[in-house]
């Protein structure tokens, strides 16, 4: 039994397809969870701060969360009792935001058409629209995939 532990262990299986890129992909299929519970930190939030961070990251929006990427009016105020709540999580403006930022944004195209027939024609400048049904085809082009 040796005395004590290699300088540095043997990775246990070498990446097949190693990414030189460095970007991250992040997949967001849910998009409403609670604007009270989240408006100081939503899930778009924590995007930019992975990008910011991380060093580029792109966005893959399926499900719900297609209709971050539309164009819309901005989120109105909530009455709560007698005050009114005007923090809340902006997901059009933080996504305009990413985009601004050099965060890539795809749009899962089924979903969004079958949420919005009219959608593709209100899609933000930049994000692009993509067969989700092919979205594991990108995936050996980024350092890793993340759900988010």
């Known amino acids: 039994m040796p005395d004590r532990m290699p300088d ?3 990775d246990p299986m070498p990446d097949p397809m190693p990414n030189l890129s460095g970007r991250r992909l992040a997949v967001i299929e849910r998009a409403y969870r609670g604007a009270i519970e989240t408006q100081f930190a939503d899930v778009l939030y924590l995007v930019r701060e992975l990008n910011r961070q991380l060093g580029g990251l792109d966005l893959l929006l ?7 990427a539309v164009e819309a009016a901005p989120v109105p105020a909530v009455r709560v009792g007698g005050g009114e709540l005007d923090t809340l999580p902006d997901p059009r403006r933080s996504m305009a935001t990413l985009l601004d ?3 890539g944004v795809r749009v899962d195209a089924r979903d969004l058409a079958a949420l919005d027939p009219a959608g ?4 933000m400048p930049g994000a ?9 085809l990108l995936w050996p082009q980024y350092a890793e995939v993340l759900y988010l």
Request: cysteine-free; overall charge positive.
């Open 62 to 68: 399926r499900g719900l969360a297609v209709t971050y």
């Open 120 to 123: 593709s024609s209100r899609l």
């Open 8 to 10: 540095r262990m043997p």
């Open 128 to 136: 692009e629209l993509i067969d989700g049904s092919r979205a594991a």
């Open 101 to 103: 930022e050099g965060v």
